[in-house]
Nanobody, 127 residues
Framework: QVQVVESGGGLVQPGGSLRLACAAS??????????IGWFRQAPGKERERISC????????YYSDSVKGRFTISRANAQKSAYLQMNSLKLEGTAVYYC??????????????????WGQGTQVTVSS
């Protein structure tokens, strides 16, 4: 069974930065084969896909809402992925989720029924 755990959330002022981490584990688990995505869900809103990184060539995707401010990365040996979030905005307040999958949506973002999700980490942007 694969487990995914996010960490690094917290309270930050507008314009501030946070670095989220995603740790994956499992029996005979190798993160190398998995596509990784970060999603967020704000209160009363649908879940939004914000950034992904592919398993093969580390191709990245960013939504327009975070492009230029967020950076996704992965460290396969440490079975971890990260989301560096800079210039955070008030609308960035949400629960942030990490998801991984052997399958992908158009080659980059995790997709399919066998997608593993973490429990989420709260990010609150407030002055």
């Amino acid at each position: 069974q694969v487990q995914v755990v996010e960490s690094g959330g917290g309270l930050v002022q507008p314009g501030g930065s946070l670095r989220l981490a995603c740790a994956a584990s499992g029996d005979r688990f190798a993160l190398d084969n998995f596509n990784i995505g970060w999603f967020r869900q704000a209160p009363g809103k649908e879940r939004e896909r914000i950034s992904c990184i592919s398993s093969t060539d580390e191709r990245t995707y960013y939504s327009d809402s975070v492009k230029g401010r967020f950076t996704i990365s992965r460290a396969n040996a440490q079975k971890s992925a990260y989301l560096q979030m800079n210039s955070l905005k008030l609308e960035g307040t949400a629960v942030y989720y990490c998801a991984i999958s052997l399958y992908s949506d158009q080659g980059t973002c995790p997709a399919g029924r066998s997608t593993y999700w973490g429990q989420g980490t709260q990010v609150t942007v407030s002055s």
